[in-house]
């Protein structure tokens, strides 16, 4: 059978578990990205610490003259572009250090699903990629972590299978677009509404009774 594996855990929480600055950050990405928990933001925050530790050690070792770590800050770099937080040409280890987790919450499948228009919100592309609706490369990817590099942005869609490859589906509808509910009116809430312009005609006033015009007897009676 083998040894059982036990796997690392793949984030660092935060060193201290109670600042109130970082919680109400943390909570506004959360909503923000339609994440699940807080969790997810400590793994895009540690593929981001490594990123940097890796930089900042490469140019330590190229200001000494390695020609490996030239070779390997290259690599860095490239797989930095390759991932979309760097633009292909132009960039340097320096551009690593100015990197926040913001650029890896964007390359998510999640974002990339609902920047694209595939979604109305982020909770929707989240469900949607759960439930197999998404294709990338010809292929059902149901995390919605799952970082997508430049090549694989260009081939997200909705799977063939699914309901929502048709346009006139009621959940491919904008929020402007879709009719509201009707709402029957509460019979004890029907009485609080101020009256109506008929009302008030009949009435006279609002909430007054109408009387009656003075004959032309009476009018010259009160006259005197």
Same mark, same amino acid.
């Given at each position: @059978?083998?040894?059982?594996?036990?796997?690392?855990?793949?984030?660092?929480?935060?060193?201290?578990?109670?600042?109130?600055?970082?919680?109400?950050?943390?909570?506004?990405?959360?909503?923000?990205?339609?994440?699940?928990?807080?969790?997810?933001?400590?793994?895009?925050?540690?593929?981001?610490?490594?990123?940097?530790?890796?930089?900042?050690?490469?140019?330590?070792?190229?200001?000494?003259?390695?020609?490996?770590?030239? $070779?390997?800050?290259?690599?860095?770099?490239?797989?930095?572009?390759?991932?979309?937080?760097?633009?292909?040409?132009?960039?340097?280890?320096?551009?690593?250090?100015?990197?926040?987790?913001?650029?890896?919450?964007?390359?998510?499948?999640?974002?990339?699903?609902?920047?694209?228009?595939?979604?109305?919100? $982020?909770?929707?592309?989240?469900? @949607?990629?759960?439930?197999?609706?998404?294709? @990338?490369?010809?292929?059902?990817?149901?995390?919605?972590?799952?970082?997508?590099?430049?090549?694989?942005?260009?081939?997200?869609?909705?799977?063939?299978?699914?309901?929502?490859?048709?346009?006139?589906?009621?959940?491919?509808?904008?929020?402007?677009?879709?009719?509201?509910?009707?709402?029957?009116?509460? $019979?004890?809430?029907?009485?609080?509404?101020?009256?109506?312009?008929?009302?008030?005609?009949?009435?006279?006033?609002?909430?007054?009774?109408?009387?009656?015009?003075?004959?032309?007897?009476?009018?010259?009676?009160?006259?005197?």
């Amino acid at each position: @059978m083998g040894d059982p594996k036990f796997p690392r855990r793949s984030y660092n929480t935060p060193s201290h578990p109670w600042q109130g600055e970082r919680i109400k950050a943390e909570a506004d990405i959360v909503r923000q990205y339609g994440l699940k928990n807080k969790t997810e933001v400590w793994k895009a925050q540690t593929i981001l610490r490594n990123f940097r530790r890796q930089s900042r050690e490469l140019q330590a070792r190229v200001r000494t003259g390695e020609s490996q770590a030239r $070779m390997e800050a290259d690599n860095l770099l490239t797989k930095c572009a390759r991932i979309g937080v760097l633009p292909v040409e132009g960039a340097s280890l320096n551009d690593i250090l100015t990197l926040t987790d913001v650029k890896i919450l964007e390359r998510r499948l999640q974002t990339i699903v609902y920047r694209k228009g595939l979604t109305n919100s $982020m909770k929707q592309a989240r469900q @949607m990629i759960v439930h197999g609706h998404i294709y @990338m490369n010809g292929h059902r990817v149901t995390v919605p972590g799952y970082i997508v590099t430049r090549p694989e942005e260009s081939s997200i869609e909705y799977n063939p299978s699914s309901p929502f490859t048709d346009d006139l589906h009621p959940m491919r509808q904008s929020k402007a677009t879709q009719k509201k509910p009707y709402v029957p009116v509460d $019979m004890r809430q029907r009485d609080k509404r101020p009256p109506r312009r008929d009302d008030a005609k009949k009435t006279g006033r609002a909430g007054a009774p109408a009387t009656a015009a003075p004959a032309a007897g009476e009018k010259a009676t009160l006259e005197e």
